[in-house]
């Protein structure tokens, strides 16, 4: 009788390793990477791909540009992407220089972690208005991610709106009344740093349709608001005092934390700071409002209260925030890819524990597959799961063989179709390019943002090399 460990030598050797394409290379793509390098049942070389030249994914152009401490997790990332076994493979896009048929033809396996690329909206009169816009697009924006970098940005609000209390709702408000010395210490893009310096903005409503208890952020991002040198946190204390009974229910510490945070900012007597950062809830939107010409002129919300189901009912009161910008900030969104199965109504890959439905070889894991959830290490287990998964199908001689399984062949096909793929070794190059401006700058980090400077980049270093 065969078992699974024979199998795995059968059709798997140092000679003939697994292949596996990663589809992604964001925190997920890479732990995926990482979880099969660690193990030694199977043999594996793994390429990473990703439609951009620069890899992280999120860690680069999600997280906000003030924690640096939470980008520290790509020297680990450094560590998997420059073992032998693996190679990124930047500035490919998948559907195009690489299409699903291909991939299956030089790959055992395809593990696709996208992530959550789009938004959801409000579904409220004016929110094409000029000045409304997500959150995902303004933190590209302010990230330097090429997609967004070009994009002209009017920053002459003197309020702000934003719509949503997770904690890219306060990233983004953070971001918008911190000071230019403060700002100066992240590793926000030039382009976005220059705007802000000159921003108008007086006023940040955070807005949760909810009460203080169901809010989503964490207690370190909300204590920041009291620690900014230029903006005031105010919170109306009716808005977070959940009636006793309520508040005797509540077991999740985060949540007892945040209500503390809370009702301390509720209780401050404002210092007279030229910001203010207004926390607000049981509010909902209903109305962005026109100035006739095109433009945010305010923003119409509502009352709500908790029903006995905890759901947010409108109580007919209404008022106007004073705003100019609004920022929806009310959970992102996967894409489909091409020829990949697509859940449209939860927007992600159908999967079951990561097997992609109905295709044998193919995976999923990150926020494509489980919808956005979590934290960035929460990618992590959720990676090896799914990695788990496919050296068990791996094992039992459950994946369909490609029929060009080399290196070599990837590299001939994407050569045919003059894709200028972005090595890892590239972007170290940059990153160190990166990081020397930024120390000629007295900042962390000079971010590079547009995709031909990048490969232009490149060029110049290769001819400095020869």
């Known amino acids: 009788m065969t078992t699974s460990s024979s199998l795995a030598q059968q059709h798997f050797s140092p000679e003939r390793p697994l292949r596996v394409a990663v589809i992604g290379s964001g925190p997920s793509g890479v732990y995926a990477a990482e979880a099969l390098l660690k193990q030694t049942a199977v043999p594996a070389e793994v390429d990473v791909f990703d439609r951009l030249p620069t890899p992280y994914g999120l860690v680069r152009y999600g997280v906000a540009p003030d924690h640096l401490t939470i980008k520290s997790v790509t020297k680990g ?74 994009r002209e940005m009017v920053l002459n609000a003197t309020g702000v709106a934003v719509v949503g209390v997770g904690n890219v709702a306060l990233d983004v408000s953070r971001i918008l009344v911190k000071t ?35 809010a989503k952020f964490t207690t370190k991002e909300l204590r920041e608001f009291g620690e900014l040198s230029g903006a005031d946190p105010v919170v109306k204390p009716e808005e977070v005092q959940p009636d006793e009974a309520a508040e005797a229910l509540i077991t999740d510490n985060v949540v007892k934390k945040n209500l503390e945070v809370l009702r301390d900012f509720a209780g401050r007597t404002p210092e007279g700071k030229d910001r203010r950062i207004h926390l607000r809830f049981l509010v909902s939107p209903v109305e962005i409002l026109d100035d006739g010409q095109g433009n945010v002129a305010g923003l119409k919300v509502e009352r709500n209260r908790l029903d006995d189901q905890g759901n947010a009912v409108g109580a007919g009161e209404y008022e106007t925030l004073p705003v100019q910008m609004v920022l929806r900030s009310v959970g992102y969104r996967g894409v489909a890819l091409p020829d990949v199965p697509f859940d449209e109504k939860r927007g992600v890959i159908p999967n079951l524990e990561g097997r992609v439905e109905g295709r044998a070889g193919e995976y999923t894991a990150g926020w494509i597959k489980r919808g956005p959830s979590g934290v960035i290490g929460t990618n992590r287990k959720d990676a090896v799961d799914t990695v788990a998964h496919l050296l068990t199908d791996a094992q039992a001689g459950a994946l369909p063989a490609a029929p060009q399984p080399t290196r070599a062949a990837v590299d001939a096909l994407l050569s045919s179709k003059g894709v200028d793929v972005y090595t890892f070794p590239d972007w170290q190059s940059l990153d160190a390019h990166e990081l020397a401006q930024g120390e000629t700058q007295g900042r962390p980090r000079a971010k590079v943002v547009h995709k031909h400077e990048m490969l232009t980049h490149r060029k110049e270093s290769q001819k400095a090399e020869r």
Do not use: C
Not at 85 to 96: A, C, D, I, S, Y
Not at 121 to 145: C, K, Q
């Open 77 to 150: 990332f450094e560590k998997t992407l420059s073992d032998p076994r693996v190679r990124f493979l930047g500035n490919v896009e998948f559907g195009t220089d690489l299409t699903h048929a291909e991939a299956r033809a030089h790959y055992d396996a395809i593990i696709y972690t996208v992530g959550a690329s789009s938004d959801r909206r409000l579904g409220i009169p004016g929110e094409d208005l000029r000045g409304s816009m997500s959150a995902t697009e303004f933190v590209a924006w302010y990230n330097g991610h090429p997609d967004a970098a070009a």
């Open 180 to 214: 230019p010395a403060e700002l100066r210490e992240s590793d926000i893009a030039a382009h976005a740093l220059g705007a802000l310096e000159h921003s108008p903005v007086k006023d940040v409503w955070v807005l949760g349709r909810r009460g203080a208890a169901q």
